[in-house]
């Protein structure tokens, strides 16, 4: 690739909430970008959202990842794709105890039907993994290095499983090249308010619900637990701005054109390094927004681990990727998204 040209990126799930502001960082460092997405957690409309911000409207193809035969006919036309990044899946952790077949159909299968789509072909793959392999890590901040535990959800296998089948792949001697993001708790939105993350029913992560409380949809937040062994009683997660994460992925493909991979299957940890309890979001969110918030503390929700926060210098040294943004601007950005949402529903 010259030093000029950027490749043409793919990007499934490219309309949801990290998809969408992955595209935009994409378009603003100058490659070009098409989306495959079912909208089964999107909206069309994030196309006119992201055209409004990056004055570029991304190609679109409306397919269903678990449709063998259509992904594959649709990327045979699509010769000039150098990278691909990968976040179609399902996403909820409760709902992957009570569908655990939908979850492997959903982030597995469609998962082995795009490598089928690719096989023979050079690409530079990502792939949305999560902290959540780690389970409750015995070491923090939690390398890349530390032991992945037996998941503690579907969902959570479905993304040990997608790691392990995307290095076996790549150690095959395929033409793929892999980098796997392991997010930390991504949140926030884009500073326009124009994109963020889509209400789907009763929100079950921490920000969204803050947010739906503080502008009237719910009544109030229950803070699942206050008496962990942590400062305050309360849970500790890496949350990170979504444009953040979104600039990682950039990071994670420019490493891929500039040949610099160390081997063909990697992964980092993607989070700012810090940890932060509930307790400290909701008392900064009521500060930065100057909103006041209704909570109660109640019993600790099943299968939450008690704190994790990343070793994150491996992205730092090697990707030459870190956060920038802070809770501060994680939480002002949520909330100004909340209220466009609010009133300008899609
Ligand atoms: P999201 O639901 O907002 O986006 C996923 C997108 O994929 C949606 O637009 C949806 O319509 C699409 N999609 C789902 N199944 C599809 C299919 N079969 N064919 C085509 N499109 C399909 O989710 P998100 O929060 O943006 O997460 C993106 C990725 O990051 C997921 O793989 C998720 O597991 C991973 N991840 C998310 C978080 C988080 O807290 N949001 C944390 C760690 C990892
Ligand atoms: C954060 C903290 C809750 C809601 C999940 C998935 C993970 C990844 C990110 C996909 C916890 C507490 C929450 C509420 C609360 N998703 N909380 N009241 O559980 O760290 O990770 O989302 O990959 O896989 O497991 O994030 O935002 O649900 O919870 O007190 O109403 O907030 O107990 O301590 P989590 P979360």
């Not at 997010?183 to 921490?206: D, K, T």
Request: glycine letters at 8%; one cysteine or more.
């Amino acid at each position: 690739m010259s030093a000029l040209k950027k490749g043409k990126i793919l990007v499934t799930g490219g309309t949801g909430y990290i998809g969408s502001h992955t595209v935009v960082e994409l378009q603003n460092s100058g490659y070009e970008v098409i989306i495959l997405d079912n909208l089964s957690n999107s909206n069309i409309k994030v196309l006119v959202q992201i055209t409004a911000i990056t004055g570029k409207r991304p190609q679109f193809i409306q397919l269903d990842l678990r449709d063998k035969v259509a992904l594959t006919e649709f990327i045979s036309g699509q010769g000039d794709i150098t990278g691909l990044i990968h976040f179609a899946a399902s996403k909820s952790v409760g709902e992957s105890v009570k569908e655990p077949l939908l979850y492997y159909e959903n982030n597995i299968c469609t998962l082995v039907n795009l490598l089928g789509a690719f096989v023979g072909r050079k690409i530079n793959f990502v792939f949305s993994s999560s902290c959540t392999v780690y389970g409750q890590p015995d070491v923090l901040p939690v390398a890349e290095t530390a032991p992945v535990k037996t998941a503690e959800s579907p969902y959570g296998n479905t993304k040990q499983i997608g790691e392990e089948i995307l290095r076996e792949t790549a150690d095959a001697g395929s033409d793929l090249k892999v980098i796997a993001l392991r997010y930390f708790n991504p949140v926030g939105a884009h500073a326009s308010a124009l994109i963020g993350e889509l209400p789907n029913g009763v929100p079950q992560n921490l920000v969204p619900f803050v947010t739906q409380t503080a502008i009237g949809k719910r009544d109030f937040l229950t803070v699942y637990g206050d008496d962990y062994d942590t400062p305050d009683g309360s849970c500790i997660r890496d949350y990170i701005h979504v444009v953040d994460l979104a600039r990682a992925h950039v990071a994670a493909i420019a490493r891929m054109e500039a040949e610099k991979m160390d081997s063909v299957y990697e992964t980092f940890n993607i989070g700012t390094g810090n940890g932060n309890s509930v307790l400290e979001v909701i008392h900064a969110f009521q500060r930065v927004n100057s909103v006041a918030l209704n909570f109660r503390i109640g019993a600790p929700r099943e299968g939450d681990i008690m704190k994790i926060w990343g070793d994150v210098d491996k992205a730092a040294t090697v990707l030459n990727w870190k956060a920038e943004l802070t809770l501060d601007d994680m939480l002002s950005s949520a909330w100004a998204w909340e209220k466009y949402i609010n009133s300008n529903p899609y």
